[in-house]
């Protein structure tokens, strides 16, 4: 079983950008198919975006495509997410996710493992 702690959350201007990170322990990251996703208050969980298991695949929502990039480093056991051109509309509390079966997946129910969150405010 893997523990996932999401980092680098904060408060930045529309326009500016984060980087988040996710640090796995407890098992080897590159058996996990990884995403992330958001969620706003009074909204559901959306997917954001996720990465295969090696790193060559990587799949985006349509509301943050070409805006935000996900990386990741096995050595390291740590998965990215660049946000760049933040708007207001991306202030939500991020998740990363790991799955044992599904990559590329948009569904939350197809993760496994989940991190505890880690908040993006985006002022205008």
């Known amino acids: 079983q893997v523990q996932l702690v999401e980092s680098g959350g904060g408060l930045v201007q529309a326009g500016g950008s984060l980087r988040l990170s996710c640090a796995a322990s407890g098992r080897t990251l590159s058996s996990y198919a990884m995403g992330w996703f958001r969620q706003a208050p009074g909204k559901e969980r959306e997917f954001v975006g996720a990465v295969s298991r090696s790193g060559d695949m990587t799949y985006y929502a349509d509301a943050v495509k070409g805006r935000f990039t996900i990386s990741r480093d096995n050595a390291k056991n740590t998965v990215y997410l660049q946000m760049n051109s933040l708007k207001p509309e991306d202030t939500a509390v991020y998740y990363c996710?790991?799955?044992?079966?599904?990559?590329?997946?948009?569904?939350?129910?197809?993760?496994?493992?989940w991190g505890q969150g880690t908040q993006v405010t985006v002022s205008s």
């Open positions: 996710a790991g799955s044992i079966s599904y990559s590329g997946s948009h569904n939350p129910d197809n993760y496994h493992y």
